[in-house]
């Protein structure tokens, strides 16, 4: 079945400093790849769909200078968590749909601590 | 605004009895709805889906029903099995866009 990967799975960092997250697709093609956060036993929330070769699409209040998306091929997806804070910190997730599939593959993901 | 919600945070079930988890959507535009298994740190994984074309789908002990007139689906687990313990995920989509996802609700099969 589809495997999406997500590196790291954990992260620490100093507040002001930025994090890179990376999604990839394994065994499929993503044009597209969606970028999630979950806060404690809340839902997940959409952040971003990103498109491979052209601008992230942001939903409504996500910063897009905070939150840099980069799909520079069909298997990779970044997200930069730029200059940050403690209220940053958070369970992001990134997905993707293989092709002929309706349902999402989710990466396992990046628990962000801001200290 | 809060697209799509399970009304329950958690729900207890004895092992080998019948988990029945619920979902209810306000959009009428979406067509497709999903579930979604998920553990502490970990990405959730797909359960089962159901189109709005249909009313059931059925795999194996995952059974979800969708009612469009009440805008209800729910998912049923039947026998429940303490490796079925975790946060279960409903999610909503139109047309194959973003998903909607609910609120999660917190299943515990006790023994």
């Known amino acids: 079945g589809a495997v999406v990967s997500q590196h790291p799975s954990r992260v620490i960092c100093k507040s002001g400093t930025s994090v890179k997250i990376e999604c990839r697709s394994l065994d499929f093609q993503a044009t597209t790849m969606f970028w999630y956060r979950q806060f404690p036993k809340q839902s997940l929330m959409l952040m971003a769909t990103?498109?491979?070769?052209?601008?992230?699409?942001?939903e409504q209040g996500v910063e897009k200078d905070k939150f840099l998306i980069n799909h520079a091929s069909l298997t990779l997806s970044t997200l930069t968590v730029t200059s940050a804070h403690p209220e940053d910190s958070s369970f992001y997730i990134c997905?993707?749909?293989?092709?002929?599939?309706?349902?999402?593959?989710f990466g396992s993901g990046t628990r962000l601590t801001v200290v | 605004d809060q697209q799509v919600k399970q009304n329950s945070p958690s729900l207890s079930v004895q092992e080998g009895r019948i988990s029945i988890l619920n979902c209810d959507y306000t959009?009428?535009?979406?067509?497709?709805f999903l579930w979604y298994k998920k553990y502490p740190a970990e990405g959730p994984t797909f359960l089962i889906s159901i189109s709005s074309i249909k009313d059931k789908n059925e795999d194996g002990r995952f059974t979800v029903f969708l009612n469009k007139s009440a805008k209800h689906l729910s998912l049923h687990i039947v026998p429940s099995q303490p490796g079925d313990s975790a946060v279960y995920f409903c999610a909503a989509s139109s047309r194959g866009n973003k998903l909607t996802f609910g609120t999660g609700t917190q299943l515990k099969v006790e023994l």
């Open positions: 990103s498109n491979e070769g052209s601008k992230a699409t942001y």
């Open positions: 959009n009428s535009m979406f067509d497709y």
């Open positions: 997905s993707a749909r293989a092709p002929g599939q309706g349902a999402l593959t």
